[in-house]
């Protein structure tokens, strides 16, 4: 449920007006939860649920949505969490890293950093659900509109997803300029069939009383909380106005909400609620029999359309969380390609693209409608906003310092509510809920293998022979030294790389200068100016460099130094880098099972697999392949 058009957000406002970026978050920020209608009253009242489409029961669930929409969407996500920015970057990433600056107890960082790993892991099992169940129930409208051909609706569906995915690696910013326009035009049609069908029976806008949201378990005492279950089909989505806020801004995404969005989707429900008290049998689906007969077609085609749309942000906010997650150190490195010279946040990932195809296919061949795959959506969803109210706790907490009495009550709600839909949706573990969990479950022991794995490793490739020392020792026995440049490349600051002490103690010499370097993610989104390098000299022609970088950022590590021998920074320390004349040493690490060193047989024959497969630092870094000498290493883990 995250997005496609990348940008800075802080460059925003310069770029486009208010009203364009308020458009264009529609398009982006919305598909998902603007594409809820066409099935979620359907899948109320026919989820098997006891409830009848009468005025009592039709009045319930409308407030129950209504107010769904308030607390949830309006109150939490638009006026709280969009302020929990990570330098105009948000996300369940975003937050966990803004989590962990407001604590130092090292077990309480590890508790945040396995809770962003769930919810991220839990945000991938969304994004094969929401494009299979969303283009399923826009395509089912061919049932209504000529019925004689409903048995196209699955392989029409699978040939408009493959087709999409097919044609993600060509980037999207053609297509994402189309985005806003076509959803704002989905949104005025939710609305004025939401007017056209209140106004015959406008009875139906007695739901805004929050009476009738609790009416509904007082009249069905056997429903309780697993009506929640369903209900929260109408608040699918509401993680992508977080996830999108480094797109577009707080300010245009609030807009949006207000100005569009939240209208569009009370009226069309309420709209649909009227329909059902004139007609109770139109509950098969209610979306497509409130329109006239004349624009049955339209509607059909508008809502395929939109569907498609709510599916690529979906598609490219897993790749956008995906090279997080890589900056973050937490799945193995993969080939990313930046498909737009001019946004530098759209990327193309081929390993993500083709295995969520492959999810989303067997999701819509395993359930075959968009009903039966209902049963599966909710989990992630409630459990990634459960997750994510934990992690605003935190913030709200120990970063903002907000006062106890005022944090305490909004908390408590927030997370009572969350629970309650997450607690609903666990009936939904065998009745295909379990796929989303499952997708969870592997992709949280993969992200949490490589993360302790590769802190096992960076704790054992290096010596903890302090420059210095090693500097001191060479004059009293100095090798060779040859002319240029040698970089070698140290997983932390404090320590020496194998590769330099193996090229000594082998080849017998050493480049007349020596540049360690240290590559570090910041845990915000860009960095600018001279927060990029930070140089040391030592004598003798030795180099210490930390070079950061934004998570949201490229590790082009030569253009990096490059930059800064040419800048300012580096009269204080003087840097000659010339690229041609710099070799790059990196170390191949050769992994070999330790049953002492801290991971179980398992993870570790895991870790050696993910190990193998990841893309190479010199791919990642964007090191100069012919200027490249790898030494290998074994290292037991």
Known sequence: MTTATPGHAADSPHKASMTTLTIAAVGVVYGDIGTSPLYTLKE???????????????????????????????????????????????????????????????????????????????????????????VLSAVEGIEIAYAPIAHWVVPVALGILIALFVLQ????????????????????????????????????????????????????????????????????????LYADLGHFGRRPIARAWFWIVLPALVLNYFGQGALLLIRPEAINNPFYLLAPDWALWPMVILATIATIIASQAVITGAYSMTYQAIQ???????????????????????????????????????????????????????????????????????????????????LTGFLLVDSLYFSANLAKLFH????????????????????????????????????????????????????????????????????????????????????????????????????????????????????RFGYMETNDVPHALCTFSQSRAATATPFPFEPMKTTWFLTRETLVSSPHVGMARWRERLFSFMLKSAHS??????????RVVELGSQVEV
Request: net charge positive; aromatic share 10%; hydrophobic share 50%.
């Open 44 to 134: 109320i009242f026919t989820g098997g649920y006891g409830l009848r489409a009468d005025d009592s029961g039709v009045l319930s669930i409308l407030s129950l949505i209504f107010w769904s929409l308030i607390w949830v969407v309006t109150l939490k996500y638009v006026l709280v969490v969009l302020r929990a920015d990570n330098q105009g970057e948000g996300g369940v990433m975003a937050l966990t890293a803004l989590a962990r600056r407001g604590v130092t107890h090292r077990h309480l960082q590890l508790t945040l950093v396995m809770l962003g790993l769930a919810g991220a892991a839990l945000l991938y099992g969304d994004s094969m659900i929401t494009p299979a169940i969303s």
């Open 432 to 547: 295909g809920g379990a796929f989303p969990v499952l997708a969870g479950i592997v992709l949280f022991t993969l992200m949490s293998t490589w993360w302790r794995g590769r802190a096992l490793l960076e704790k054992r490739v290096g010596t903890d022979l302090p420059l210095e020392s090693l500097i001191n020792s060479l004059r009293r026995q100095p090798p060779h030294r040859v002319n240029g440049t040698a970089v070698f490349l140290s997983g932390r600051r404090e320590v020496l790389p194998r590769a330099l002490l193996h090229n000594l103690m082998h080849n017998q010499v050493l480049h007349e200068r020596i540049i360690i370097v240290t590559v570090e993610s910041d845990d915000r989104p860009w960095l600018e100016g001279e927060e990029r390098v930070q140089m040391e000299a030592f004598e003798d022609g030795f180099y210490r460099a930390i070079v």
């Open 169 to 240: 690696q060509r980037g999207t910013a053609t297509v994402g300029k189309l985005f806003g326009p076509i959803t704002v035009i989905w949104f005025m049609s939710l609305a004025a069939l939401g007017v056209y069908g209140i106004t015959q029976a406008p009875q139906v806008l007695a739901a805004v009383n929050p009476l009738h949201a609790i009416e509904v378990f007082r009249t069905n005492p056997g429903i309780g909380i697993i009506i929640f279950s369903s209900v929260v089909l109408a608040i699918t989505g509401a993680e992508a």
């Open 617 to 626: 630092n010199m791919q990642f870094f964007h090191l100069p392949p012919n």
């Open 328 to 410: 973050f150190g937490f799945i193995p490195r993969m080939r990313v390609f930046h498909t737009s010279s001019a946004e530098r946040g759209q990327i193309y990932i081929p390993t993500v693209n083709w295995l969520l195809m492959t999810g989303v296919v067997a999701l819509v061949l395993g359930f075959k409608s968009s009903t039966s795959l209902a049963a599966a959506y909710g989990i992630a969803v409630t459990g990634t906003m459960l997750i994510t109210s934990l992690l605003l706790s935190v913030v709200m907490i120990r970063v903002w310092r907000w006062p106890l009495w005022a944090a305490i009550p909004l």
